[in-house]
Nanobody, 116 residues
């Protein structure tokens, strides 16, 4: 059974930074585009960022462009999300998956809370 495992979340003040990590269990995804998504309370899950298999091409939601950076290390089977200049509206559970996401791959996510 494949599942993505996220870590690195926490409580941070506005303007601060966090680095999230995600590693899939069960198999490697070195040939897949991987993405980060987030879900705030009472809201639908939304796309945040994605990176292609080689790490060369990246994609970002307009709301995080210029503040977040996605990267990957295929040797460690891990994808990262560096989040800088965090805002209270970035508060959410952050999850990773393939892009497009597969419903059976969702993990528990990691909580990011940004205080004002």
């Amino acid at each position: 059974q494949v599942q993505f495992v996220e870590s690195g979340g926490g409580l941070v003040q506005a303007g601060g930074s966090l680095r999230l990590s995600c590693t899939p269990s069960g198999r490697t995804f070195s040939s897949y585009t991987l993405g980060w998504f987030r879900q705030a309370p009472g809201q639908e899950r939304e796309f945040v960022a994605a990176v292609n298999w080689s790490g060369v091409t990246t994609y970002y939601a307009d709301s995080v462009k210029g503040r977040f950076t996605i990267s990957r290390d295929n040797g460690k089977n891990t994808v990262y999300l560096q989040m800088n200049s965090l805002k209270p509206e970035d508060t959410a559970v952050y999850l990773c998956n393939t892009r497009p996401p597969r419903p059976d791959y969702w993990g528990q996510g990691t909580q990011v809370t940004v205080s004002s």
